[in-house]
């Protein structure tokens, strides 16, 4: 129909906040649509193209049979696969279902779990397919989701820094708040993109986008019990929405006790 | 009647323009429509299990990743409802600022819904790209309401999507006044453009259909509802939010991983209409001129309409954010401490998509033994399948994929989020065996 790259927008199990974000570039939305041919975006248009796909974005995680069936065939019709978000890359927060069991948490919601079909545990999309490239985030960054198109469009690799949300509290010139005010934050361990929101508002980063590159979460410990954070405090902030990113799972046994 | 028209099967996979994965199952026996369901089949993520245990100040982080869409209405009720639990009541400024960042909320996503996910369907058009190549001046307009929404949820949330700066008692810190004031132009551009949006949306096309379920909103004096108030219904319900759960209950259903939920066993519907339906005398003057303007009464159960009212609800949100932001002064602390006791708190607020319930017991140490969520979709479930019935019954004699493409936009009308609920819809009509 046209020579533009098909692009497809898949969902799993997720908060729809990630595609959100795709939705919420006001200002490049219609250029974009001049750009690319979308053609799988369920969220935002009835029009479905069977496919292949040149750019796939996958948000979600994979939590029932139905996905894993899903995502292969995705994969099959995609020249790309790029994964968008916590849920994509690390199981998202459902997958906190994943340090205990399935049985257990569907009896505390349902009356009847047996009607429901779900996986014992919530897992990234790179636990069943190849993917090309992952994208963090709880949400994923507007301006680090544009930048992963417009590279895939000029044929280069995007830029996404590894780094840790650190960087990012010095080039906004936010004062430490772990060294300065005493504050527990996980910004030592955690991967940049957000623009370091947390310290900004006053308050410690979450790890919203998961553990940075080469991050040696155990040696935050230390660091957090100088400002007076309690035994579990660490664990507690690790079990989050990249609770099952591996530096954050494994990180946490060492303030476990 | 031809045979084959009275007992036939359509299929409508994967409806588009939803929050969420689900799909509709109606079959068709004897020129009867026997059966209706909407059936979610977004994975189920169990919240209310994955919070038991957490502290008292988690819930306001991990229950925004309920929804993308709405996570301030998640976090501010999750809010509430713990400083219930711990006998506080947030008011004055700070609860200001909240309603300020709810409005907020309110402008992205009712922007979201009128412009990018219901237009399409009045102008026969898939998606909001299409309606840009002959509307463009539509969708310019869509897309600057839906931004000044979210700059307002940036400017006082941190972000859009998942907030960061709401927490019990309040926020984290108080953006200064400096920050609040550069959002006045623009939202005073979104307020013309939220009154164009009513004049424009009046002179669509809806097609006749009424709902007959019991509608249920919130309901505060001298105030159009939005962070806090009774529970009022159609049918003369007046409750303090936690008395809730004495009168609706969640069931399950086989073919849901939503819980379905019901007023005394009856069906009721949450949502733009109720709210205008119970409260469009708390409107302020120039929505309620708007309102006249567009042809409305004081109650309107036309789901088709919707568009309208989320139109109205706009303005409504845009002029409030306003007044707030006219007024603001930073508020010093930026929350009130909130201790944790042993006790049990509810609190409900209108979500964009209707009335949010909350519940959590705490521990002593305001630990979480229990939480119920009630969202919604999952409110609306029978409604929606209600109103669904009728267009089918209706619509018999339509071609299949016709009918199907109504039962879609009946699906829309409603908004529905089903990744609150639990997403997908899928459209599935058995009208019996053709002969």
């Known amino acids: 129909m046209t020579g533009r790259p098909r692009l497809a927008v898949w969902k799993f199990s997720s908060c729809d906040g990630c595609q959100l974000q795709l939705l919420d570039c006001e200002d490049e939305?219609?250029?974009?649509?001049?750009?690319?041919?979308?053609?799988?975006?369920?969220?935002?248009?009835?029009?479905?193209?069977?496919?292949?796909y040149d750019l796939s974005l996958v948000e979600g995680s994979i939590a029932s049979p139905a996905d894993v069936e899903r995502i292969r065939r995705v994969r099959r019709l995609s020249r790309r696969l790029v994964t968008i978000g916590a849920c994509a890359t690390a199981g998202g927060i459902q997958a906190l279902r994943n340090f205990t069991t399935l049985r257990e948490v569907a009896a505390a919601v349902y009356p009847r779990p047996e009607l429901l079909s779900s996986l014992e545990t919530s897992t990234p999309i790179s636990a069943h397919v190849p993917v090309d490239l992952e994208?963090?985030?709880?949400?994923?960054?507007?301006?680090?989701?544009?930048?992963?198109?417009?590279?895939?469009?000029?044929?280069?690799?995007?830029?996404?820094?590894?780094?840790?949300?650190?960087?990012?509290?010095?080039?906004?010139?936010?004062t430490c708040l772990l060294v300065a005010r005493s504050v527990p934050c996980l910004g030592p361990v955690t991967r940049a993109g957000c623009g370091a929101i947390c310290p900004a508002y006053g308050r410690g980063c979450y790890g919203c986008f998961g553990p940075a590159e080469s991050a040696t979460t155990a040696a935050l410990g230390p660091a957090w019990e100088r400002v007076g954070a309690r035994a579990g405090d660490l664990k507690r902030a690790l079990r989050g929405v990249n609770a099952w990113a591996p530096a954050f799972r494994e990180g946490d046994d060492e303030d476990g006790h | 009647m031809r045979m084959g028209t009275e007992n036939r099967t359509i299929r409508v996979g994967d409806i588009a323009r939803v929050e969420g994965e689900g799909a509709l199952r109606v079959r068709v026996r004897g020129g009867r429509v026997e059966r209706v369901e909407l059936d979610v089949f977004e994975p189920p993520r169990y919240f209310e299990a994955l919070l038991r245990g957490r502290t008292y100040l988690e819930p306001v982080d991990i229950t925004a990743r309920i929804c993308g869409i709405c996570p301030v209405a998640y976090q501010l009720t999750a809010a509430q409802a713990i400083e219930a639990a711990c006998g506080v009541v947030v008011d004055g400024p700070i609860r200001d600022l909240r309603r300020l960042l709810y409005c907020g909320e309110w402008i992205q996503s009712h922007a979201?819904?009128?412009?990018?996910?219901?237009?399409?369907?009045?102008?026969?058009?898939?998606?909001?790209?299409?309606?840009?190549?002959?509307?463009?001046?539509?969708?310019?307009?869509?897309?600057?309401?839906?931004?000044?929404?979210?700059?307002?949820?940036?400017?006082?949330?941190?972000?859009?999507?998942?907030?960061?700066?709401?927490?019990?008692?309040?926020?984290?810190?108080?953006?200064?006044?400096r920050s609040l004031a550069d959002l006045i132009d623009p939202l005073e551009e979104a307020r013309e453009d939220a009154l164009a949006t009513v004049r424009w949306a009046a002179g669509l096309d809806f097609p006749d259909l009424e709902v007959d379920a019991e509608l249920v909103a919130l309901r505060a004096p001298g105030e159009y509802a939005i962070d806090r108030g009774r529970v009022v219904s159609s049918g003369g319900l007046d409750l303090p939010p936690d008395r809730f759960g004495e009168h609706f209950t969640e069931s399950q259903v086989p073919h849901s991983t939503?819980?379905?939920?019901?007023?005394?066993?009856?069906?009721?519907?949450?949502?733009?209409?109720?709210?205008?339906?119970?409260?469009?005398?708390?409107?302020?003057?120039?929505?309620?001129?708007?309102?006249?303007?567009?042809?409305?009464?004081?109650?309107?159960?036309?789901?088709?309409?919707?568009?309208?009212?989320?139109?109205?609800?706009?303005?409504?949100?845009?002029?409030?954010?306003?007044?707030?932001?006219?007024?603001?002064r930073p508020p010093e602390p930026s929350f009130v401490e909130v201790r944790p006791r042993a006790g049990e708190g509810s609190a409900c607020t209108e979500a964009p998509r209707g009335l949010l319930y909350h519940r959590y017991r705490l521990d002593e140490e305001g630990r979480i033994v229990t939480a119920t969520i009630v969202p919604p979709t999952s409110q609306n479930q029978l409604a929606i399948e209600a109103d669904l019935r009728r267009l089918v019954?209706?619509?018999?004699?339509?071609?299949?994929?016709?009918?199907?493409?109504?039962?879609?936009?009946?699906?829309?009308?409603?908004?529905?989020?089903?990744?609150?609920?639990?997403?997908?819809?899928?459209?599935?009509?058995?009208?019996?065996?053709a002969s």
């Open chain 1, 135 to 174: 994208l963090h985030g709880c949400p994923v960054d507007r301006r680090q989701l544009l930048e992963v198109v417009a590279a895939f469009l000029s044929g280069r690799r995007p830029v996404v820094p590894g780094h840790s949300v650190c960087v990012e509290c010095k080039a906004r010139g936010t």
């Open chain 1, 29 to 52: 939305l219609l250029a974009l649509a001049g750009r690319v041919d979308i053609s799988y975006f369920l969220e935002a248009s009835s029009a479905v193209g069977c496919g292949p």
């Open chain 2, 258 to 328: 939503a819980l379905v939920s019901t007023l005394g066993g009856r069906t009721y519907l949450v949502g733009p209409l109720a709210r205008y339906s119970l409260g469009s005398d708390r409107l302020l003057p120039e929505a309620r001129a708007a309102a006249r303007e567009a042809g409305l009464g004081p109650t309107c159960r036309n789901p088709f309409r919707s568009i309208v009212v989320r139109s109205l609800e706009l303005l409504q949100a845009c002029s409030e954010a306003l007044t707030i932001l006219r007024g603001y």
């Open chain 2, 393 to 433: 019954e209706r619509g018999l004699d339509l071609p299949d994929a016709d009918l199907a493409h109504l039962c879609e936009r009946g699906v829309r009308n409603h908004d529905p989020c089903i990744s609150c609920a639990a997403h997908f819809l899928r459209l599935d009509v058995d009208r019996g065996p």
């Open chain 2, 112 to 177: 979201l819904h009128v412009y990018l996910l219901h237009a399409p369907d009045f102008l026969g058009c898939d998606s909001v790209v299409e309606v840009a190549r002959d509307h463009p001046e539509v969708v310019r307009r869509g897309l600057r309401l839906k931004k000044a929404g979210n700059r307002l949820m940036e400017v006082v949330g941190g972000r859009a999507v998942h907030p960061v700066n709401p927490r019990v008692g309040g926020f984290h810190r108080a953006p200064d006044r």
